[in-house]
């Protein structure tokens, strides 16, 4: 288990590796952090000796990631727990940066999404994060946050996963609080589930856990970014929000599916092929599960009462060329999230070339290159 020290010391590696500059260590006294772990769902105060120096001001930066063997149906609504694990890959370059400051001026928290007041839906949600934060730290605070996304918000990228990731880490640096990166992971699940993978790079598993309070579920590392060279290609086939957001969609779903205990059962080979194809580097593999996984999901929604549909026509068109491709020899497989867009893996080598078969594509806006990216890191502030 990792302590609250190392972590604190990667995300300065990172951070260094980013070539950003040296990271604010000084934020923490780290000589304080003595490695226990705190209940990700626990409403109490952290232990005095978790809480050190609070700075009023955190920033952080975290990429989306795209679901291999994918997170569809909460066992818990209100925790964000999950039935099933998933595996994902974390974005290169499609990232949000959020910056958070707790300011003794404020009456309300003040939020901000690319530059616009947040709407009501969403500054509740923000809101109630922040008061989870609020409560594990003893800040007392509004906050003023700010958040933004260099990609299409809402429209099935994943921009919830980047977002939670990189909010949980610069509102828990601005509140003083230690964690490690399993905690971390953890509390930004309760944001979004799927950012509990975004709080790593690379290969990232969330595990669905057992126990009731959460404690069990939070995402883990299976391989760094550098383990496979794996090239990523997003079509954007809409940049506009979708009609019924994953929250909605996944609770329709388990609740009005009569399929979606056929999705449970066969999850779990899914997840399987997944971490083995990324154990031993095997793209077909890989592909191949990811693909049915992805089509498994997508039908278990279109069997939901009323039912969802997240495609578009241009979603299909690519699709199909992808499917093309593949019987000219590309070696090229599809995954969609809860949304119109498409991400498709293949060798990095053929990246270039899987791009210039999809920009062709009636349907296709925007084609976004991307490959495994690392995790959360922290941005110094001032
Ligand atoms: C995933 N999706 O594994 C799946 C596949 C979309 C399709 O996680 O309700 O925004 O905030 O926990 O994480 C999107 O759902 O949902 C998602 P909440 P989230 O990536």
């Keep these: 288990m990792t302590s609250c020290r190392a972590q604190d010391i990667r995300l300065t590696e990172r951070f260094r590796t980013a070539g950003q500059g040296p990271e604010s260590t000084s934020a923490f006294d780290l000589s304080c952090c003595d490695g226990r772990i705190i209940a990700d769902n626990d409403e109490r105060r952290l232990a005095p000796d978790r809480v050190v120096n609070v700075m009023g001001s955190g920033a952080a930066r975290a990429q989306a990631n795209v679901a291999l063997a994918k997170y569809w149906g909460k066992r818990n609504e209100a925790l ?10 974390t974005l290169a370059g499609l ?4 910056q958070v400051d707790f300011d003794a001026s404020l009456q309300s928290d003040s939020l901000e999404l690319n530059g616009v007041a947040a709407k009501q839906d969403e500054a509740r949600k923000l809101s109630s994060f922040l008061d ?4 594990q730290s003893g800040v007392s605070r509004r906050a003023r946050v700010e958040l933004r996304s260099n990609f299409p918000v809402a429209a099935g990228l994943a921009s919830s996963a980047s977002t939670f990731a990189a909010f949980a880490a610069a509102a828990t640096r601005a509140a003083g609080m230690c964690l490690t990166d399993q905690e971390l992971s953890a ?7 799927s950012a509990a993978r975004s709080v790593f790079g690379g290969f990232v598993e969330w595990l669905a856990g057992e126990a009731d309070d959460g404690t069990d579920s939070y995402a883990t590392q299976l391989a760094p970014p550098e383990h496979w060279d794996l090239g990523i290609v997003v079509a954007v086939t809409a940049a506009e929000p979708k009609a019924v957001g994953s929250r909605e969609g996944m609770a329709r779903t388990a609740k009005e599916s009569p399929f979606f205990p056929v999705w449970l059962q066969v999850h779990d080979a899914d997840l399987e092929a997944v971490r083995a194809a990324i154990r031993v580097r095997d793209l077909a593999l890989l592909g191949q599960a990811a693909e049915r996984n992805c089509l498994a999901m997508h039908a278990v929604a279109l069997t939901a009462r009323p039912p969802l549909l997240y495609w578009n026509p241009g979603t299909i068109a690519v699709m199909q060329r992808v499917w093309s491709l593949r019987e000219q020899g590309v070696e090229a497989y599809f995954s969609i999230d809860a949304g119109p867009q498409v991400k498709i893996l293949c060798p990095m080598e053929q990246r270039d070339a899987v791009a210039d078969g999809i920009r062709g594509v009636a349907g296709v806006q925007r084609v976004l290159l991307s490959q495994p990216g690392s995790g959360v890191q922290h941005v110094e502030v001032g």
């Design 187 to 193: 509390l930004a699940r309760r944001g979004s589930g």
């Design 95 to 98: 990232e949000t940066f959020a």
């Design 80 to 89: 964000n727990l999950p039935y099933t694990g998933s595996i994902s890959i």
């Design 132 to 135: 989870l934060i609020r409560r």
